[in-house]
C-alpha cells in the first residue's frame, strides 16, 4: 500500500527535476558543436567535455558525498547545496572562458571548470538517488522514475529549443554566440539557483523518512508484479549489474558529444541549429511517452524484462544512425532513443533499488551513479572519438568516418545487452529455485 505523502514531496520532485532537464537542453545540446566547429577541437578532445568532469564526479560521489549522506542521512541538504554552488561555478566558468583568447585554450577551459563544477553537482547527484529510495517503496519507483523522466523529458524540451535559439540568437548572430557572449551559461547558472527553491517545503530525507527500510524485504530484482522475496544479490551481482548498464549506456550516450557535429557537417546534412533542437525534442517526446507508461510496464513485464527491452532498443538505434540516408530518417530513429533511455533510466533504478541494502543508500547509489555518469564520455573518449579522428586522419571522408564511429558504440551496446541477459537469466533461476 503507498503511504501518503505531502502533495509538496512529487511537486518539489517534478519541479526540480524539470528544471534540472531544462538547463542540460539548454548548455549539452550545441556543446559539443561549439568545441568542434568554433574552438577548433578535434572529435576526441570534444568528448572530454563529459569524460574528465564525470571521473572526478564519481570519485567524489564514492569516497566523500556517497559516505556522508549515509553517516548524517541528509539528502536535501546535500542536493540544495550542490545545486547552489554549481550554479555560481557557472557563472564563474563563462567569465574565465571569455576572457582566454586563445580558442583552444578556451575550450580547455570549459573542460576543466566543468570538472571543478562537478565536485559540487556530485552532491546533488547522490542525494537525489538516495532521496527517492528513502521515500518511495520499491513497488513504486519504476512508475515514480518513469513520471519524473517524463516531467523532466518535457524540460528538456524546452531547454532544447531555448538552446537552439540562444546558439545563434535565432539566426541574428553568429554560430556560438550563446556560449561566446555568455548567454547560455548565465541562463544555466540562474537556473540552478531557481531549482533549490522547491525543495525548501520537502522534508530532509535520510533512513528516518525512508519507507522501504522498516527491516522487511524489497522486491525481488526484475519481478513483474507486487510479489517480494528476501535480497539474495551481494554486491559481487550488483557490481556486474553495473558492468553490464556501463557499457549499454556507454554506447548509447557516446553519440551525445559527437551526434551534434555529425549533422553539423557541410557536406553531411548540414543540419541547422532548429533542425538539431527539434531533433533533441523528438527524443524527448518519446521519453515522456516512455516515462508515463513504466508504472504499467513495470506492473506487467518487469524491470527486468523492460531493461533488455530499452537495450535492444538502443543497440537499434545506433546501429540505424550509421545507415541513415536523409535527415528526415533521424528523426524517428530519435524517438527510438528517447524510448530506449526512458524504459533504462527508470527500470535499471527500481532494479538496482531492490539490490541496495537501506543502510547502504549513499555507498552503493554512488557506485549505481558512477556507472551511469561514466558512462557519458567512456566510449566515446576511448573509442568512439578516437575512430572518427584517426579515420579523418587517413582520408576517410567525415561522413563516413562518424557512422563507422557509431557502428563502434553499436557494439559496445550490444556487449552490454550480452552481459544483462545472463545476469537476469541467473537471477531469474535463483528466485525459481
Same mark, same amino acid.
Given at each position: ?53 564525470? +571521473? ?22 546535500? +542536493? ?41 553537482? $556530485? ?126 549506456? $556507454? ?32 527524443? $524527448? ?22 531493461? +533488455? ?37 527508470? $527500470? ?55 557512422? +563507422? ?29
Amino acid at each position: 500500500m503507498k503511504s501518503a505523502r505531502p502533495a509538496s514531496v512529487i511537486i518539489g520532485l517534478s519541479s526540480f527535476q524539470a528544471l534540472a532537464m531544462f538547463r542540460r537542453g539548454v548548455f549539452y545540446t550545441f556543446l559539443g558543436v561549439y568545441l568542434r566547429a568554433f574552438l577548433g577541437l578535434s572529435v576526441t578532445e570534444t568528448t572530454l567535455f563529459e569524460t574528465i568532469p564525470m +571521473i572526478l564526479n564519481i570519485v567524489f560521489q564514492t569516497f566523500v558525498w556517497g559516505r556522508l549522506a549515509d553517516r548524517f542521512q541528509k539528502r536535501k541538504t546535500l +542536493i540544495v547545496w550542490g545545486e547552489l554552488l554549481a550554479g555560481a561555478g557557472h557563472f564563474l566558468l563563462w567569465f574565465l572562458h571569455a576572457q582566454t583568447t586563445d580558442p583552444k585554450t578556451s575550450g580547455w577551459v570549459i573542460i576543466w571548470g566543468l570538472t571543478i563544477i562537478e565536485v559540487f553537482w $556530485s552532491m546533488s547527484n547522490i542525494g537525489w538517488s538516495a532521496y527517492i529510495s528513502d521515500l518511495y517503496e520499491p513497488a513504486e519507483r519504476s512508475a515514480v522514475q518513469g513520471k519524473l523522466a517524463s516531467v523532466g523529458g518535457f524540460g528538456r524540451m524546452a531547454g532544447a529549443l531555448t538552446g537552439g535559439w540562444l546558439y545563434d540568437r535565432a539566426g541574428t548572430a553568429y554560430a556560438g554566440w550563446g556560449f561566446r557572449e555568455g548567454a547560455i551559461f548565465f541562463t544555466v547558472g540562474a537556473v540552478m539557483l531557481v531549482s533549490v527553491l522547491p525543495f525548501l517545503a520537502m522534508p530532509e530525507g535520510g533512513m528516518a523518512r525512508s519507507r522501504g527500510s522498516g527491516g522487511g524485504p524489497e522486491l525481488a530484482p526484475g519481478a513483474p508484479g507486487p510479489q517480494r522475496a528476501p535480497r539474495a544479490e551481494g554486491f559481487g551481482s550488483f557490481a556486474f549489474f553495473l558492468v553490464a548498464m556501463l557499457l549499454i549506456n $556507454s554506447g548509447v550516450n557516446s553519440l551525445v558529444a559527437v551526434k551534434a557535429q555529425f549533422l553539423d557537417l557541410a557536406e553531411g546534412f548540414a543540419a541547422s541549429a532548429r533542425s538539431i533542437s527539434m531533433m533533441a525534442n523528438v527524443e $524527448s517526446i518519446a521519453l515522456v511517452t516512455a516515462g508515463l507508461a513504466m508504472g504499467a510496464l513495470s506492473r506487467r513485464f518487469g524491470n527486468g524484462t523492460l531493461m +533488455i527491452a530499452g537495450a535492444t532498443a538502443g543497440v537499434g538505434y545506433l546501429a540505424a544512425y550509421a545507415f541513415a540516408p536523409n535527415l528526415g530518417v533521424l528523426f524517428p530513429l530519435s524517438a527510438l532513443k528517447g524510448f530506449s533511455e526512458g524504459l533504462l533510466l527508470a $527500470s535499471s533504478y527500481a532494479y538496482a533499488s531492490t539490490m541496495i541494502p537501506p543502510e547502504k543508500r549513499g555507498r552503493w547509489f554512488a557506485a549505481y551513479n558512477a556507472a551511469f555518469m561514466l558512462s557519458w564520455g567512456l566510449a566515446a573518449t576511448l573509442v568512439t572519438g578516437p575512430v572518427i579522428d584517426a579515420l579523418i586522419a587517413s582520408g576517410t571522408a567525415a561522413t563516413t568516418a562518424y557512422r +563507422i564511429g557509431f557502428l563502434s558504440s553499436a557494439a559496445i551496446s550490444l556487449l552490454g545487452l550480452g552481459l544483462l541477459a545472463i545476469l537476469l537469466s541467473g537471477t531469474r533461476r535463483n528466485h525459481a529455485g
